[in-house]
């Protein structure tokens, strides 16, 4: 199944700029793109350069090693602090 697609808000309504399949009355999460630095070109709908004007990414570590680096970086004091 489509995961994103392009569109336009048009009087109310998202007309999409593709064919989209998806089953009917599918929850969907609508962003605005008019004020975005990366805003999209039109008839550039893949999903990468959506993900690119929204800032995602891809990790190759798993889990672990992700959660293994945040408490390594963390820093504590043992030294009072004086007001």
Known sequence: MQSAAYGTFRRGQVVFNEPVSAPDESSVIVVFLKD??????QGKN???????????????????????????????????VVL
Not at 60 to 68: A, F, H, Y
């Open 36 to 41: 975005q630095k990366n805003e999209p070109k």
């Open 46 to 80: 893949t999903l990468s350069e959506i993900f690119d004007t929204l800032g995602a990414w891809e990790d190759s570590r798993d889990t672990e090693t992700i959660i293994s680096e945040i408490e390594k970086s963390r820093v504590s004091r043992t030294a009072d």
